[in-house]
């Protein structure tokens, strides 16, 4: 009789328990994989495919199942990995390629034929003009990927580096010397080498 | 941390009031306190950056070759938050392309090359307000604002936006900033002695403009002529509501929010302003540009400067016209070889190392210093352990704890480093001053501010990107939707009519067959003919 009371007993608490867990997964159903939109979140979004996964969104998928190592992000570098094997709680690995100067593309307009192939090429829709139109990058949003320079059939898309603007620098850190650019004026003197 | 504590337990009582936390006393060296403000002839070029202020660069208004007076408006600002520049002679625009500006990253900002025509002809069209006190407030700030007026102690901020009245926040007290804490600089020192009419007439003005009740001149007690001679122009002027007070001399005693702890009491919470604690703190040089400004119609053109250094041998405080050439200045104070001479714009402490030499005296020069390569601290100073001796704690004027700081700034840890507040950090280089162990904490600290800027705005940036692409995913996938729904409506539509249409092509192509075999009739008869 006692063992049937006990079993009865637990056997109810987990009925309740049951009926509790499936009401709140219902209740509180999260539409897609949160880790997905985490690992996400800290990729660069250039949509580069420089993973061999079309987009940030399909990379991130893919790690999140463990189809993916952290990486294989380029243009996110070391913080990106540091953060992604954060997130994964596995062991970070190394960056295999070196995270590239910022670039950009840049249209010589007047070989453009207007065939707008790079336009239909670009992710984040950088790149504006119609048919036989010449086309033009919007600086701004170019994110550097270089997935419109392959597509361009008279290969007028040339990549860049970005400018430097004296509004985006920052300080490098303490023991690492800064490197100052080529002389501005004819009349720097000599010494301005010898002054860095 | 400690009066932190104090004040937690409601023992704020027991902690000298009236100071703030920290601070050093550096040897003062100020070399130049007994010479008079010089000067300076008008250099064979002047160089003029279109930004030397905080916010928004300017637009160019003149041309290259058109002829422009002192004073004209030369470069207009393009946001709220900038400053229009002015000519400071009379000459001709030469050029405007990028040029080297002081800077610790030796980049270039355009500029405006004016050539000097000898003549100095001033322009007129801006009338002096002599009757300032009947004037509208807010005449007065549009006065201040098309002068070009920014803060002259080094921060550049345009001084109309703090002039701003705000009924929410009335100021109450207005303090003119004459502590000069940094080592060897003293111009604003010999302003005072010099022009102490022209810089209280210029408080007038502010309290005027702001309405506020009473003025607070302060000083620290290394300068006790300052103080005599501000005194008796007070009491000449008849300004009852004004006072002088003497500081005790300690750096960073003119830093804004160290000034109004040590003068009101009360702290400037993080992220908000003087104006909030109901005061309006302006710099000397700052009030004698807005006298000129005002009572004599004159825009900021130039500026007090001292030159000092022991790689100079005619040390001297000298009144510029802004967009000089350092190098012209330095040559006017007899130093004429740059080579192994290191440069310093600003301050011992506070100021920024230039990279290059050719570069023009901008709004934000109060001191060119020059040393000799050898008698740099920071050429020979290694940096060694952290002992965690705690001296940079105790001298921390901001209350941080910067050895704890500066190891998360160090090991990259950001948003660990500002936890421990990075951005309360006011750069003013106690720590680094203090540090046995030589530890650069200030560049640390400057390093990782840059860093959260970057990465915040990477981050930005990404998320744009991520918006722009999934906009991109989503037209094309409507797009895609669009032109399925067209092609089944178009099927749909002529479904019924397809079999008809099947036996008209068939009857057609019998109908083209006869036809063409008529064209070729026609042609075989043609070639008969």
């Known amino acids: ?196 | 941390m400690l009066p932190a504590l104090f004040e937690r337990f409601g023992l704020n009582q027991l902690w000298p009031t009236g100071g703030f936390p920290g601070g050093v006393h550096p040897p003062e060296h100020k070399i130049t306190a007994d010479s008079p403000i010089i000067e300076l002839p008008l250099p064979p070029q002047l160089i003029l950056p279109l930004k030397q202020h905080i916010g928004e660069i300017c637009a160019p208004l003149v041309e290259v070759g058109q002829h422009v007076l002192r004073g004209q408006k030369i470069a207009k600002s393009q946001g709220y938050v900038s400053a229009s520049v002015h000519a400071p002679t009379s000459g001709t625009v030469v050029g405007v392309q990028d040029h080297a500006v002081p800077h610790p990253s030796g980049m270039g900002r355009p500029c405006l090359m004016i050539e000097p025509d000898g003549e100095d002809r001033p322009d007129e069209s801006r009338a002096p307000i002599s009757d300032y006190r009947n004037e509208d407030p807010a005449l007065i700030r549009e006065r201040i604002r098309m002068s070009g007026i920014v803060g002259l102690g080094g921060a550049v901020f345009p001084t109309f936006i703090k002039m701003l009245r705000d009924q929410r926040h009335p100021v109450q007290t207005v303090i003119l900033n004459g502590a000069e804490c940094e080592p060897y600089l003293t111009c604003d020192h010999r302003l005072m002695l010099e022009h102490a009419h022209d810089v209280l007439r210029g408080m007038d003005v502010i309290m005027h403009a702001v309405n506020a009740q009473n003025g607070v001149v302060a000083i620290e007690d290394n300068k006790p002529d300052a103080i005599a001679v501000m005194r008796g122009a007070i009491e000449a002027a008849g300004m009852d509501n004004v006072e002088v007070r003497t500081l005790p001399t300690r750096y960073p005693q003119g830093g804004e929010k160290q000034l109004i702890q040590t003068i009101t009491g009360k702290q400037v919470p993080e992220g908000r302003l003087p104006l909030h604690v109901g005061v309006l703190c302006q710099n000397v040089g700052t009030a004698k540009a807005i006298h000129d400004a005002v009572c004599l119609g004159v825009p900021l053109i130039k500026r007090v400067v001292t030159i000092s250094g022991d790689a100079v041998p005619n040390p001297a405080n000298v009144c510029v016209r802004i967009g000089t050439p350092i190098p012209f200045v330095l040559a006017q104070c007899g130093l004429e070889d740059l080579n192994d001479v290191r440069l310093i714009h600003g301050g011992p402490m506070m100021g920024e190392r230039l990279p290059r030499t050719h570069v023009p005296l901008v709004k934000s020069t109060n001191g060119i210093l020059a040393f000799h390569r050898q008698s740099l601290y920071s050429e020979q100073a290694v940096e060694e352990p952290c002992i965690r001796c705690g001296h940079c704690v105790e001298v921390c004027p901001a209350g941080l704890v910067p050895n704890e700081l500066a190891w998360h700034c160090r090991n990259d840890q950001f948003d660990r480093g500002q936890d421990y507040n990075l951005f309360d950090c006011i750069e003013c280089g106690c720590c680094s001053y203090v540090c046995p162990s030589h530890i650069p904490l200030v560049h640390y600290f400057r390093y990782a501010k840059g860093q959260v800027a970057k990465i915040e705005k990477e981050r930005a940036f990404a998320e744009l990107s991520k918006a722009r692409s999934e906009a991109r995913d989503n037209r094309l996938a409507r797009e895609q939707a669009e032109r399925a729904a067209r092609r089944s409506k178009v099927r749909k539509q002529h479904a019924p009519a397809a079999d008809k249409a099947a036996k008209t092509a068939e009857k057609k192509t019998d109908e083209g067959k006869t036809g063409e075999g008529k064209t070729e009739a026609v042609k075989k008869e043609g070639d008969k003919a």
């Open chain 1, 1 to 196: 009789m006692n063992i049937l009371m006990a079993i009865l007993t637990l056997g109810g608490m987990a009925l309740i328990a049951g009926i509790v867990l499936a009401v709140a997964s219902r209740a509180f159903h999260v539409e897609g994989d949160p880790m997905v939109d985490k690992i996400d979140a800290v990729l660069p979004q250039t949509q580069c495919g420089q993973c061999g996964y079309p987009g940030c969104v399909p990379y991130a998928t893919a790690v999140a199942s463990g189809e993916a190592d952290v990486n294989l992000c380029v243009p996110g570098g070391e913080r990106s990995m540091l953060a992604i094997a954060d997130l994964m709680g596995v062991p970070p690995k190394e960056v295999e390629e070196e995270a590239a100067v910022p670039m950009l593309a840049f249209v010589r307009e007047d070989e453009c034929i207007g065939c707008t192939l790079c336009i239909k090429a670009c992710p984040v829709d950088a790149i504006i003009g119609a048919p036989k139109q010449y086309h033009t990058v919007i600086e701004d949003h170019c994110t550097g990927c270089t997935l419109c320079v392959e597509p361009c059939p008279v290969d007028c898309i040339d990549m860049v580096e970005k400018e430097q603007v004296l509004e985006e620098w920052t300080w490098a850190a303490p023991g690492k010397r800064p490197s100052v650019p080529q002389t501005l004026h004819k009349d720097e003197e000599n010494h301005a080498a010898s002054t860095v």
